[in-house]
């Protein structure tokens, strides 16, 4: 036991071998430069800028985005029956109605819930063109084209009548009356 002791020494709660190659490294403390060029060039750095130097570096510039964007679930496309279709459209048409003009649409402030269809961008995917996601947006409806573009504005979102698969209003009573003419 007290050959074991004189061939190891106790260096902060560690057992360190006097055969270790580096033991004098370890004793010195950190270099200091006091007044000599070196620190000139070099001044000492305080501790919180100095972590800067040991953050993560992202070496690949778009590689965590594009990781990411491939980890979105597409899904095949609904097509509404007639049905469905029809009630998009009366639905729609009350819209138009209360969002005839920007003043009108201001003024009845009306806020809807759509969900709606949009296929794959990206090239690089197995479902390119093929299949899409679904996205829901949220907001006052700010205008109704049914007759050029048969497209839905709401909030800065436009929609395509064709891609809309549900439009709820936040005001449940709104579809239940009659649009007015």
Request: proline share 4%; charged share 30%.
């Amino acid at each position: 036991m007290s050959q074991i002791c004189k061939q190891y020494i106790l260096w902060e709660g560690r057992l360190v071998s006097l055969q270790f190659p580096y033991l004098q490294a370890l004793f010195q403390q950190r270099p200091r430069h006091r007044m000599d060029d070196f620190e000139f060039h070099h001044p000492p750095m305080e501790r919180g800028k100095r972590a800067k130097i040991f953050a993560p570096y992202d070496a690949l510039d778009g590689y965590s985005a594009s990781v990411k964007k491939k980890n979105i679930e597409y899904v095949d496309r609904i097509f509404p029956d007639e049905g469905q279709k029809e009630e998009l459209n009366r639905r729609l048409s009350i819209l138009h109605a209360l969002t005839r003009t920007a003043r009108l649409a201001k003024k009845n402030r009306v806020i809807v819930t759509a969900t709606y269809y949009v296929p794959c961008a990206d090239e690089h995917s197995f479902a390119y063109q093929v299949k899409g996601q679904y996205l829901t947006v949220s907001g006052a409806v700010r205008k109704v084209d049914g007759e050029l573009t048969q497209t839905l504005t709401v909030g800065d979102t436009v929609v395509s009548f064709d891609d809309l698969l549900s439009l709820e209003a936040e005001n449940k009573a709104l579809f239940r009356e009659c649009p007015a003419e």
